[in-house]
């Protein structure tokens, strides 16, 4: 097995709606705020080479929606999907799985894009199974008023149109070793129903793919909760459980949205779970 970090690209969120009810004063010492209240945050997806599985976790925002949309979230840098495939000697047609942690825009956005004339959409990648949960399927597909900006009709229904779409096998269980994907999934609700947080054995490291569970390491302290979460106080009690076993067993904690941060490690003090070690992908995955 080998794993690859995949920077589908780059942009800015609100830092006040990242941090919920935490003081600026506070979150702005490990996540700064531009002259717009805005902190810069990363689209870092995970591809997994398994045999002659090539699987990627999560797909950025894509680039199909309009100039107007884009300009929200002030994108930033060189960073793509393409290029760091590329990079790495992988094309997307050469993916033969993608799985989505959730369906907000900037999670699965890129795996459907505008056909060749722009008359409809297509699947970004041709060949490639795309795996959610039916639960927060149906979640996304009949959102409720608070989420319904970030489940967006064009990166989700040309899914299920592709016959492409697949459903994990699920017991009601909060994690479970999944054989279909080759790692563990944690399910979890704060954020919305049934976030999937991948867990990978790779190299007698656990890896965990913490999507927006954990978006940067700033977010590390139990308070520090999303404003965007449709359940803080249930994020709140995920996180501890988390955070807890994380410390324990010494896992290695893949941030998704962290800009300036790739991997990160956390230990147990007397404040309770915090920071311990900061990585780069290159230190951990070579």
């Not at 927060?136 to 009949?142: D, K, L, R, Y």
């Not at 697949?166 to 563990?184: A, D, M, P, V, Y």
């Not at 919305?192 to 965990?208: G, L």
Request: aromatic letters at 12%; hydrophobic letters at 40%; proline letters at 3%.
């Amino acid at each position: 097995m080998n794993l690859y970090p995949i920077n589908a690209g780059n942009f800015k969120l609100d830092g006040g709606a990242m941090f919920g009810v935490v003081p600026k004063v506070l979150w702005n010492k490990t996540n700064p705020a531009d002259a717009n209240n805005q902190i810069d945050i990363a689209a870092r997806c995970l591809l997994i080479e398994n045999g002659d599985r090539l699987l990627l976790i999560d797909s950025g925002m894509g680039d199909k929606q309009s100039e107007k949309f884009f300009s929200y979230y002030s994108l930033w840098g060189n960073d793509s999907l393409d290029a760091s495939l590329q990079k790495n000697g992988f094309h997307r047609d050469d993916i033969t799985d993608v799985f989505v942690t959730h369906l907000h825009f900037d999670h699965c956005g890129g795996v459907v894009q505008r056909n060749a004339n722009k008359t409809g959409y297509e699947l970004a990648f041709k060949n490639a199974k795309i795996w959610s949960n039916e639960e927060h399927w149906q979640w996304a597909i009949e959102p409720n008023d608070r989420e319904k900006a970030s489940f967006l009709k064009e990166n989700i229904m040309p899914i299920q149109e592709s016959g492409h779409l697949h459903f994990i096998s699920r017991t009601h269980k909060t994690f479970q070793k999944n054989s279909e994907l080759g790692f563990g999934v944690l399910f979890a609700n704060g954020h919305t129903e049934k976030q999937m947080i991948p867990h990978i054995e790779y190299k007698e490291k656990t890896i965990v793919f913490m999507a927006d569970l954990l978006p940067t390491a700033g977010h590390v302290p139990l308070p520090y909760v999303m404003g965007y979460d449709t359940r803080p106080l249930l994020t709140l009690d995920e996180k501890k459980l988390f955070l807890e076993k994380a410390a324990t067993n010494g896992w290695y904690l893949f941030l998704e949205h962290d800009a300036h941060n790739e991997i990160i490690t956390v230990q147990h003090t007397e404040k309770g779970v915090r920071l311990k070690e900061v990585f780069t992908s290159h230190e951990i995955f070579n």
